[in-house]
């Protein structure tokens, strides 16, 4: 699972670039590491990816949902870099 760490992502701009029609949820690593799932830093993917790693059953991808929360919906117009 692909994330991003929002104090040195660079922005949603830039999370989301190259990404049209995606959207971006909040998480923390707690949330993450509470459903044993362990969080770490890549090379990959640019400034602030992270990646979680861990099984996701079904019973934990349900959990994962409840805790976020949306921040930019897919297909919102603020997902494209080129509109703001």
């Known amino acids: 699972m692909s994330l991003f760490d929002s104090e040195t992502c660079g922005g949603l701009a830039a999370i ?13 690593a707690g949330q993450l590491r509470a459903k044993g799932l362990t969080v770490a830093r890549t090379s990959d993917g640019g400034p602030g990816h992270c990646e979680a790693a861990g099984k996701k059953t079904q019973s934990i ?24």
């Not at 989301?16 to 923390?28: E, K, Q, S, Y």
């Not at 976020?68 to 919906?73: F, G, H, L, N, T």
Request: hydrophobic residues 30%; contains cysteine; proline residues 8%.
């Open 16 to 28: 989301l670039d190259g990404h049209p029609g995606f959207g971006i949820v909040a998480i923390t």
């Open 61 to 84: 991808k349900s959990g994962l949902a409840k805790c976020a929360s949306w921040v930019v919906r897919p297909g919102d117009s603020t997902n494209d870099p080129q509109s703001t």
